[in-house]
């Protein structure tokens, strides 16, 4: 009843033991002792970009805006990085005691959902326990590739005997130099997302995920000046090392593994008949994750939402059965209420208790207008009694924020 988590590009280094292993008895390790968040803002020093002193003794006045504007892409970036999507820890099968033959039985007809809540719980007193493994590699941001980033540092205001040859609000000459700074960013995510979900009464269900990150970056940068045709002496700023410029080209690597956010949940089904069920359900994401490297998006949030299915016996053929189902809800963020969204999912899943194929539209809309629509494709398999198999796609339906191409989860799952 959970949602997986997800992350960044695809460089799977370490071996799904290795990360478990390490994560669980270590804190996140960045390398080289930097932190994550901060590769982009270090590059060139982390003091932003000087320029040669040419024969006129004029300094380049660009640090200081060089600076911020790396600064700015930075925080820009690191407020979509951590946020992963996760998928239902809810057992794929449900049960129902018979009083009658004293025992449980089964009251599947599908596996189930991928990022969905159904209404159905899966009975008193079970387990469904769950391994999932997720991979991915960022490659936009707000529709442009995360390779080709560019941010402008202009010159700042220079004055000479007291005055701003540019005047007050306006720069002229030499001042309208501009440069331009190339940032190629690789950032890929591995994760691995154990869940469990306990069955409290016929309609309660509770669940807990707790996933394990491992993140790398690499970051190249390279920088140009462009001399304004409006500057009488374009000679006056030098990008030459020998002058004491700073090298155009600079990268900053660094990789983290640990803990990411917790994530808590109930279900609890109050309506059940031909027509509809409907269920109540809440999430309590917590910031376990670190932060600084991405394990976590450093929030607390909480999500209420109502859950609706119905199940659809014997279409086309006796065995098929189609659950259609809708996720309406809204995440509140106690961190930042500016990140609040509301949250939907509707698709459905067909098939058989052996085999069954799903597809969902995840959408959101945030505080500030922006809008995440992606389609989510998957299938699971029953490989013997309640053990399955299961893998999913997420892909993105349009460019808003920091996103992937692709997201791809392979995982088992057991209930008893």
Not at 6 to 30: D, E, F, I, Q, R
Request: aromatic share 10%.
């Amino acid at each position: 009843m959970l949602r997986r988590v997800a992350c960044n590009k695809m460089k799977t280094k370490l071996p799904a033991v290795v990360a478990l292993g390490s994560a669980l008895l270590a804190s996140p390790s960045p390398v080289r002792g930097r932190d994550l968040n901060q590769l982009i803002s270090s590059l060139y020093g982390g003091d932003g970009i000087t320029l040669g002193t040419t024969a006129n003794h004029h300094e380049a006045h660009f640090q200081g805006a060089s600076s911020s504007a790396l600064d700015q892409l930075n925080q820009r970036l690191a407020t979509d990085f951590a946020v992963f999507p996760f998928s239902s820890s809810a057992g794929s099968f449900s049960f129902a005691f018979d009083s009658d033959l004293g025992t449980f039985v089964s009251t599947t007809d599908t596996l189930g959902p991928i990022f969905a809540e159904r209404a159905a719980t899966i009975g008193k007193g079970k387990w469904s326990v769950s391994m999932y493994g997720t991979f991915f590699e960022y490659d936009t941001f707000n529709g442009k590739s995360i390779h080709d980033l560019h941010v402008q540092g202009k010159h700042s205001k220079h004055t000479e005997g007291g005055e701003d040859p540019g005047g007050p609000n306006k720069r002229e000459g030499f001042e309208l130099d501009t440069l331009d700074i190339k940032v190629d960013l690789d950032a890929s995510v591995w994760m691995v997302s154990p869940a469990v979900t306990y069955g409290v009464t016929d309609n309660l269900d509770v669940s807990a995920l707790l996933p394990i990150v491992s993140v790398d970056m690499d970051v190249r940068s390279q920088y140009r000046l462009i001399i304004s045709p409006n500057n009488p002496t374009p000679t006056v700023h030098s990008t030459d090392p020998n002058l004491g410029a700073e090298p155009r080209n600079d990268r900053k690597h660094g990789t983290a593994v640990g803990i990411g956010d917790l994530v808590l949940g109930a279900k609890y089904r109050f309506w059940k008949n031909d027509v509809v069920d409907l269920a109540v359900a809440t999430l309590v994401k917590f910031e376990t994750g670190g932060e600084a490297n991405f394990l976590g998006s450093g929030d607390t949030t909480v999500r209420p939402f109502l859950v609706a299915s119905r199940t659809f016996r014997g279409v086309l053929w006796e065995k098929l059965a189609v659950t259609p189902h809708v996720n309406l809800g809204y995440e509140f963020n106690t961190s930042y209420i500016d990140r609040s969204a509301f949250k939907y999912i509707a698709g459905f899943d067909a098939g058989t208790q052996r085999l069954t194929l799903a597809s969902e539209l995840l959408g959101g809309h945030g505080n500030g207008g922006e809008d995440r629509l992606d389609v989510a494709i998957g299938l699971k398999w029953s490989v013997y009694k309640q053990w399955t198999l299961a893998g999913n796609v997420i892909l993105p339906l349009n460019n808003q924020g920091l996103r992937s191409d692709v997201i791809t989860t392979l995982g088992a799952g057991v209930t008893f």
